[in-house]
């Protein structure tokens, strides 16, 4: 059995972490039949995932925060750029949301509109096909 011998930066542990779900993400939507691409960099176009139909390309942005709390503030943090999604794992939880990117600086992670899924394969894929 193959065994770690070294523990990564803190700041390296936070992009591993970041990384991991946007590759979630991705698998669930390769399972589910979307094309999804994944870019080499996204700093400054906020994009983690690219998936398509055949036809039309979406952008979306993987989020992640330690909490508990569905009724929390979410900060506005794709203001210029053009996303089509947005996706908020739970580090702490086994939830998540889906939601179209918001024009106002914050609002509530559990709002009307936004979709809320258990950390699945399969209810996230139906989650998704509620947007």
């Known amino acids: 059995m193959p065994i770690k011998n070294s523990r990564p930066k803190t700041e390296s542990l936070k992009h591993y972490k970041s990384l ?3 590759t979630l993400v991705a ?3 390769l399972n589910d039949g979307w094309d999804v691409f994944l870019p080499m960099i ?3 176009l906020k994009t983690d995932v690219a998936i398509s139909d055949g036809d039309t390309f979406y952008r979306i942005q993987v989020k992640t925060l330690d909490s508990h709390n569905e009724n929390m503030i979410v ?3 794709w203001q ?3 996303i089509d999604y947005v996706i908020y794992f739970s580090r702490v939880g086994n939830w998540g949301y889906i939601l179209p990117p918001f024009k106002q ?3 509530k992670l559990n709002a ?3 979709i809320r899924f258990h950390q699945h394969a399969k209810n996230f ?3 998704f096909e509620l947007i």
């Open 20 to 22: 991991s779900y946007e």
């Open 27 to 29: 698998s669930w939507l």
């Open 105 to 107: 600086c914050r609002k």
């Open 80 to 82: 210029d750029a053009n």
């Open 112 to 114: 009307p509109g936004h």
């Open 75 to 77: 900060d506005n943090k």
């Open 125 to 127: 894929v139906r989650a």
């Open 42 to 44: 996204d700093h400054g």
